[in-house]
């Protein structure tokens, strides 16, 4: 998977772009995400935090960064690890 792909959920409705990424599996829901999608995996009730669309998802290492295109009951994470919201920068103010 490279940057600009776009994969999906095999346990939800959830849709991804990759914009960073550097290795690793990529879930949602418990499950690892492909370019196919629809495996009819389980849900794991540990991922199902569900995803925002128009939101970016980031680890804590700051190694991936996906953009939610089709919003899911699953959460997004890296290797076992959930992914958060990436923060938006605050603007400079202006007086």
Request: with cysteine; charged share 25%; net charge negative.
């Amino acid at each position: 998977m490279k940057p600009g792909s776009r994969i999906k959920s095999n346990a939800c409705d959830t849709e991804v772009v990759i914009i960073k990424y550097s290795g690793g599996a990529i879930q949602c829901g418990g499950a690892d995400m492909s370019e196919g999608g629809g495996g009819g995996a389980e849900l794991s009730a540990d991922f199902a935090g569900g995803s925002i669309m128009g939101k970016r998802y980031v680890d804590e290492a700051g190694t991936i960064e996906l953009l939610c295109v089709k919003p899911g009951k699953g959460t997004l994470a890296l290797d076992g690890a959930a992914l958060v919201l990436k923060e938006a920068k605050p603007l400079p103010a202006s007086d």
